[in-house]
């Protein structure tokens, strides 16, 4: 079973530039969370998903960060326009149920804004 | 709020000695707690966890973690390092139908040959 991954693995980009993450789950978990480490923080829990729909996004740190999960498959999370600030890795994970001990991450995708 | 505490960010132990990494919890109510673990390049593992049911929880390679309530602690230990135990500890709590995953800042062990 291949587990849950992520692209890319790392991202430079600029100030003010967008950029896209993308995140594939396991096969048939119907859960999608997304987690981010700022340097030097402790990773933060950011949104989760059921199938296409955002459960909880109260983690989201401002408007700039849009997540989507269309069709209830791989999730995108995009910041448009990135700031200094958004620099960090971003985890997904992904679970079959609710229960938070089932959750499997992925590798992450670093994030680097100049 | 439930949240985790991780003393001492980097860790150094000898080969084959134990293994301590400490993590104080606090919860409003009865937690879940967690020892996830992070290779180099890899995604976050589950080590261990701890819901409610045995005080002692075993793990994986050679891991386990005791939960204290009354010191409000969930140390990770293991009884003889190996080199392949190099890599980042995660102590993380969460509440019972909560989803969220609250992290604690993590132990970067390193084991000396």
């Known amino acids: 079973e291949a587990g849950v991954t992520q692209f890319p693995s790392h991202s430079v980009i600029e100030k003010g530039q967008t950029v896209t993450l993308r995140c594939d789950p396991i096969s048939g978990h119907d859960n999608l969370y997304w987690y981010r480490r700022v340097m030097g923080k402790e990773i933060k829990f950011l949104l989760h998903?059921?199938?296409?729909?955002?459960?909880?996004e109260s983690g989201m740190p401002n408007n700039r960060f849009l997540a989507e999960r269309t069709g209830g498959t791989y999730s995108t999370l995009k910041v448009q326009p990135a700031e200094l600030e958004d620099s960090g890795v971003y985890f997904c994970?992904?679970?079959?149920?609710?229960?938070?001990?089932?959750?499997?991450f992925g590798p992450g995708t670093r994030l680097t804004v100049l | 709020a439930q949240s985790v505490t991780q003393l001492d960010s980097h860790v150094s132990v000898s080969e084959g000695t134990p293994v301590l990494l400490r993590c104080n919890y606090s919860?409003?109510?009865?937690?879940?707690l967690f020892w996830y673990v992070q290779h180099p390049n890899k995604g976050l593992q589950l080590l261990l966890k701890y819901t409610s049911a045995a005080t002692l929880v075993k793990g994986i390679n050679g891991f386990e973690a005791e939960f204290k309530k009354s010191e409000t602690s969930f140390h990770l230990t293991k009884p003889s390092a190996h080199m392949s135990d190099a890599a980042e500890y995660f102590c993380?709590?969460?509440?019972?139908?909560?989803?969220?995953?609250?992290f604690g800042k993590g132990n970067q062990v390193v084991v000396i040959p």
């Open positions: 998903f059921v199938k296409e729909s955002k459960q909880d």
């Open positions: 993380v709590v969460t509440v019972y139908g909560n989803n969220r995953l609250a």
């Open positions: 919860s409003s109510y009865s937690p879940s």
């Open positions: 994970a992904s679970s079959r149920t609710r229960m938070v001990n089932e959750q499997f």
